[in-house]
């Protein structure tokens, strides 16, 4: 089990380095990817009220889906920004999931679908 999770691991973290040179390669600003990176954690400002809340908002921003539909708004309607924005956080995603840090479950913010943290 200890190699899957390695496995795993490694596909995020060369997924995320395969968005970041496409990221470059387009021309887009590595200093405001790097500002922006940490920018979907404001998601777990649902912790505050408590941890049903709080992953319920700390997956809606970490989930693959809504970045993946502005990527592919972006790359429709050709908006070079709406892009930039969705690759930094696709890009925070798959750090964070290279990391560990999985989707939540509802009985705490270490309990995610990668396994305890």
Same mark, same amino acid.
């Given at each position: 089990?200890?190699?899957?999770?390695?496995?795993?691991?490694?596909?995020?973290?060369?997924?995320?380095?395969?968005?970041?040179?496409?990221?470059?390669?387009?021309?887009?600003?590595?200093?405001?990817?790097?500002?922006?990176?940490?920018?979907?954690?404001?998601?777990?400002? !649902?912790?505050?009220?408590?941890?049903?809340?709080?992953?319920?908002?700390?997956?809606? !921003?970490?989930?693959?889906?809504?970045?993946?539909?502005?990527?592919?708004?972006?790359?429709?309607?050709?908006?070079?920004?709406?892009?930039?924005?969705?690759?930094?956080?696709?890009?925070?995603?798959?750090?964070?999931?290279?990391?560990?840090?999985?989707?939540?479950?509802?009985? !705490?913010?270490?309990?995610?679908?990668? !396994?305890?943290?």
């Amino acid at each position: 089990m200890i190699a899957l999770h390695s496995l795993i691991k490694l596909e995020y973290a060369l997924s995320f380095f395969v968005l970041f040179a496409i990221y470059c390669y387009l021309d887009f600003s590595i200093l405001w990817f790097f500002l922006l990176l940490l920018a979907p954690d404001i998601c777990m400002i !649902g912790y505050v009220i408590n941890a049903k809340v709080g992953a319920i908002i700390y997956n809606i !921003g970490h989930s693959l889906i809504l970045p993946s539909i502005l990527l592919t708004i972006a790359l429709f309607a050709n908006i070079a920004l709406l892009l930039s924005i969705a690759m930094i956080w696709l890009a925070h995603i798959l750090m964070d999931r290279t990391l560990g840090y999985g989707l939540k479950y509802m009985t !705490g913010f270490k309990d995610t679908h990668l !396994g305890a943290i």
